[in-house]
């Protein structure tokens, strides 16, 4: 896991990346596509600064599920094999469950 310094240092490195890509292309000749490209510029910049001044990386975003579009026969298939994926689960419960049985049976003294 990287340290603020280590993300720090990325946000700079690709942001110089970023505007050098930009200062290599061809610039405009239109005077008004040269002030949108320096304001663009300004953002950027204005931008990597207030973000490199951030003492907290950026954190994940988390996503929520509302709706899962799926016809009925695929549900139907996904079932199934979910149910039967669910078997091998099922045979290591039922061995633990019967271990732990055995068990609680000799300490029990009801070994008959």
């Not at 930009?22 to 950027?44: C, G, K, V």
């Not at 009925?72 to 469950?97: D, E, H, K, N």
């Amino acid at each position: 896991m990287g340290t603020e310094r280590d993300w720090s240092n990325e946000l700079r490195q690709k942001s110089l990346n970023e505007l050098r890509r930009l200062a290599t292309e061809d610039l405009p000749q239109d005077p008004n596509a040269r002030q949108a490209l320096a304001a663009e510029l300004n953002r950027r910049a204005a931008e990597v600064k207030q973000a490199a001044s951030s003492p907290i990386p950026p954190t994940r975003n988390e996503v929520v599920v509302t709706d899962i579009q799926m016809s009925f026969g695929s549900m139907v298939l996904f079932m199934v094999m979910w149910t039967i994926a669910s078997v091998p689960a099922m045979v290591i419960l039922a061995v633990i469950g019967g271990i732990l049985y055995l068990v609680l049976r000799v300490v029990a003294g009801f070994v008959g």
